[in-house]
């Protein structure tokens, strides 16, 4: 474990980079998991959209606040992503910015409030609640630990890992509910059995901001 | 100017058919077709592009107001989202109807073509439901799924109907001599020449201001055109449907 860094945009690009280097890597199982309940199309999405994002990281002026570059992130996935994960994590990239405001450090509450208001785009775009099968069941549990670690007294690095692994038992116990959300709801009961690709994806994006904070995920 | 209409969907030839299926019933509006996402040269994949919406209300605006109709999922999130990125003095000329995409459309472009607010069109594509029970061949309608607690496709002139109530009375039933019979554009015909009557006007027991439901009754050439109609304008209603459906719409025989 490397030792825990201030959040600051240096961290918030490190964050997306490597979001899109774990996005590309899982491209394969995000494909697989909505092809059994979806359209097939979410990794390939993802991957696309954070190479779109990385590819204006690397040509532009570095943005100057943790801020701009959750917007610059937000913009860019509502422009190339396509399917629903582009208006549902734009909306959620983009609150999340607003949430900062100008900050150019992150506290453990400007981190808890950060994925709150993340969380809360998301339910608000995508209209889901916990238990339809949905990025929702991620972000909900990682919105709760973060803030119950950062009421508790951990660091920025903590919250984040605190909310990685809730977002990822989160995803996991997605897998026997039944989809009430989106394309896999017209699936029924035969959505029940495999871990919603959202939730899965929520959950390496949470993993990938603990990771970039050098925060020890389990 | 009247109301314009974007198209949201996943695909771009769907939302290409639904402007080219609606065009035929109102040559006059203006209709944006917004589907597909971009991915560099060739031709647009599966799914919704922010631009491409946001470019499509962009042309459509101008008019009276732009009525945006999407399919399913990331074409409704795309829509909302492009929306809040509006000025607020253009957001207010701009609705986000819920409405399922085809019917809703030609409900809406019809509605618009005869010069019908802002507010009427959304309510038109709202209440433009109609599915078919295949076993039955008979139309089954349902307004109620469209906007629950409302009227469906007739709200714009509900109050005018709950005072034509009790007003005079009149009917009459013709046989339809056009080939085509009551399809799209004599449905169309009928159900904006009805628009602006002070009357509730039935055809064959459906809401005649409702194109789809005129559609949906399926009546080919012979078939009996019976019409119930109430209120204030209801003679004129009965003559301007006899008239029109005696002249064979202006079709052939």
Same mark, same amino acid.
């Given at each position: 474990?490397?030792?825990?860094?201030?959040?600051?945009?240096?961290?918030?690009?490190?964050?997306?980079?490597?979001?899109?280097?774990?996005?590309?890597?899982?491209?394969?199982?995000?494909?697989?998991?909505?092809?059994?309940?979806?359209?097939?199309?979410?990794?390939?999405?993802?991957?696309?959209?954070?190479?779109?994002?990385?590819?204006?990281?690397?040509?532009?002026?570095?943005?100057?606040?943790?801020?701009?570059?959750?917007?610059?992130?937000?913009?860019?996935?509502?422009?190339?992503?396509?399917?629903?994960?582009?208006?549902?994590?734009?909306?959620?990239?983009?609150?999340?910015?607003?949430?900062?405001?100008?900050?150019?450090?992150?506290?453990?509450?400007?981190?808890?409030?950060?994925?709150?208001?993340?969380?809360?785009?998301?339910?608000?775009?995508?209209?889901?609640?916990?238990?339809?099968?949905?990025?929702?069941?991620?972000?909900?549990?990682?919105?709760?630990?973060?803030? @119950?670690?950062?009421?508790?007294?951990? @660091?920025?690095?903590?919250?984040?890992?605190?909310?990685?692994?809730?977002? *990822?038992?989160?995803?996991?116990?997605?897998?026997?509910?039944?989809?009430?959300?989106?394309?896999?709801?017209?699936?029924?009961?035969?959505?029940?059995? *495999?871990?919603?690709?959202?939730?899965?994806?929520?959950?390496?994006?949470?993993?990938?901001?603990?990771?970039?904070?050098?925060?020890?995920?389990? | 100017?009247?109301?314009?209409?974007?198209?949201?969907? !996943?695909?771009?030839?769907?939302?290409?058919?639904?402007?080219?299926?609606?065009?035929?019933?109102?040559?006059?509006?203006?209709?944006?077709?917004?589907?597909?996402?971009?991915?560099?040269?060739?031709?647009?994949?599966?799914?919704?592009?922010?631009?491409?919406?946001?470019?499509?209300?962009?042309?459509? $605006?101008?008019?009276?107001?732009?009525?945006?109709?999407?399919?399913?999922?990331?074409?409704?999130?795309?829509?909302?989202?492009?929306?809040?990125? &509006?000025?607020?003095?253009?957001?207010?000329?701009?609705?986000?109807?819920?409405?399922?995409?085809?019917?809703?459309?030609?409900?809406?472009?019809? %509605?618009?073509?005869?010069?019908?607010?802002?507010?009427?069109?959304?309510?038109?594509?709202?209440?433009?439901?109609?599915?078919?029970?295949?076993?039955? #061949?008979?139309? #089954?309608?349902? %307004?109620?799924?469209?906007?629950?607690?409302?009227?469906?496709?007739?709200?714009?002139?509900?109050?005018?109907?709950?005072?034509? $109530?009790?007003?005079?009375?009149?009917?009459?039933?013709?046989?339809?001599?056009?080939?085509?019979?009551? !399809?799209?554009?004599?449905?169309?015909? &009928?159900?904006?020449?009805?628009?602006?009557?002070?009357?509730?006007?039935?055809?064959?027991?459906?809401?005649?201001?409702?194109?789809?439901?005129?559609?949906?009754?399926?009546?080919?050439?012979?078939?009996?055109?019976?019409?119930?109609?109430?209120?204030?304008?209801?003679?004129?209603?009965?003559?301007?449907?006899?008239?029109?459906?005696?002249?064979? #719409?202006?079709?052939?025989?």
């Amino acid at each position: 474990m490397r030792m825990a860094e201030s959040l600051d945009t240096r961290w918030a690009v490190r964050w997306i980079q490597e979001t899109a280097r774990v996005v590309a890597e899982n491209r394969a199982l995000l494909i697989d998991l909505d092809r059994v309940i979806g359209d097939a199309d979410h990794g390939e999405n993802l991957d696309r959209g954070f190479s779109a994002v990385i590819a204006k990281l690397d040509a532009g002026e570095p943005p100057a606040t943790p801020a701009a570059v959750l917007k610059l992130v937000a913009m860019t996935l509502m422009s190339t992503v396509g399917g629903a994960a582009g208006p549902l994590y734009g909306t959620a990239f983009l609150r999340a910015a607003t949430s900062l405001g100008e900050a150019g450090e992150i506290d453990a509450d400007a981190a808890a409030g950060m994925i709150r208001a993340a969380r809360d785009g998301i339910v608000a775009r995508g209209k889901a609640e916990v238990g339809d099968k949905t990025m929702v069941d991620a972000w909900t549990p990682a919105t709760e630990s973060a803030e @119950t670690a950062a009421q508790a007294g951990a @660091t920025a690095p903590e919250v984040l890992a605190a909310a990685a692994n809730a977002a *990822h038992a989160g995803a996991v116990a997605t897998e026997p509910l039944i989809a009430r959300k989106g394309r896999a709801s017209y699936l029924g009961e035969r959505s029940a059995g *495999h871990q919603d690709p959202g939730a899965v994806s929520s959950a390496l994006i949470l993993t990938a901001a603990a990771a970039a904070a050098g925060g020890e995920v389990a | 100017m009247s109301v314009a209409l974007v198209i949201v969907s !996943h695909s771009e030839k769907i939302a290409e058919g639904v402007v080219e299926l609606a065009a035929q019933m109102a040559p006059d509006v203006v209709l944006v077709a917004a589907g597909g996402a971009e991915d560099g040269p060739g031709p647009a994949r599966i799914g919704t592009s922010f631009e491409r919406v946001q470019a499509g209300i962009e042309q459509a $605006s101008g008019g009276d107001g732009v009525v945006v109709l999407t399919d399913l999922g990331s074409a409704v999130m795309t829509a909302e989202m492009v929306l809040e990125f &509006l000025e607020p003095e253009a957001r207010e000329s701009v609705r986000l109807a819920q409405a399922a995409l085809v019917e809703g459309a030609i409900a809406a472009a019809v %509605h618009a073509q005869g010069g019908a607010s802002l507010d009427e069109v959304v309510r038109a594509a709202e209440g433009a439901v109609v599915s078919v029970r295949p076993e039955e #061949f008979e139309p #089954f309608v349902s %307004h109620a799924a469209a906007s629950p607690g409302q009227g469906g496709a007739s709200d714009g002139a509900s109050s005018a109907a709950a005072e034509a $109530s009790a007003g005079p009375t009149a009917g009459g039933s013709w046989t339809l001599p056009n080939q085509m019979g009551l !399809h799209a554009r004599p449905a169309a015909t &009928l159900a904006t020449g009805l628009a602006d009557l002070d009357a509730e006007v039935t055809v064959n027991g459906v809401d005649g201001k409702s194109v789809m439901l005129l559609m949906s009754l399926g009546l080919g050439q012979g078939k009996t055109v019976t019409v119930e109609a109430r209120g204030p304008d209801a003679q004129a209603a009965v003559d301007f449907i006899g008239q029109a459906v005696e002249s064979g #719409f202006g079709e052939p025989a």
